[in-house]
């Protein structure tokens, strides 16, 4: 598969100053960046994050192959922007392979097959569901439960 785009224009007061702060708080997480042409272009496993600043508009452009990882760069680029914009977040509208708005790409609902107590303050627990195989290796296992 190629890969999947998402483009967003963000209007804010300072840009430069939010995009600097947000950068500073990334690269204290071990996201690294790196500068090309005038763009701050971070890259993690799953994908690429491009910032530019033009005026008091920061343009983010995203990348990744698969969906799920395109919608978890998009969340934490945009919830990063709104909470380093301060009392006026500002509307974010991403362009390009938009979501269906049900549910993230990569979450799966599963059902509690079994639990077994492997300790007293330790239990193991087995899911079943349906289009469950990325989770059958210890490859790629990033779950989170809600």
Do not use: C, Q
Not at 70 to 96: C, K, M, N, T, Y
Not at 100 to 127: C, D, I, Q, W
């Amino acid at each position: 598969m190629g890969s999947l785009i998402s483009e967003a224009r963000i209007s804010v007061t300072d840009a430069a100053g939010l995009v600097d702060r947000m950068i500073n708080h990334l690269i204290e997480h071990d996201i690294s960046f790196e500068s090309r042409d005038g763009l701050m272009v971070a890259k993690v496993p799953f994908g690429t994050g491009t910032f530019s600043v033009e005026a008091e508009t920061i343009r983010v452009r995203v990348e990744a192959t698969e969906m799920g990882h395109l919608e978890v760069l998009r969340s934490v680029i945009a919830s990063h922007i709104v909470e380093f914009a301060g009392d006026r977040p500002p509307a974010i509208r991403w362009i390009g392979h938009e979501s269906n708005g049900e549910t993230f790409a990569n979450y799966r609902e599963v059902r509690l097959k079994t639990r077994t107590a492997v300790s007293p303050h330790m239990r193991r627990l087995t899911f079943s569901g349906d289009d469950i195989a990325r989770f059958a290796s210890n490859d790629d296992l990033h779950v989170r439960m809600y």
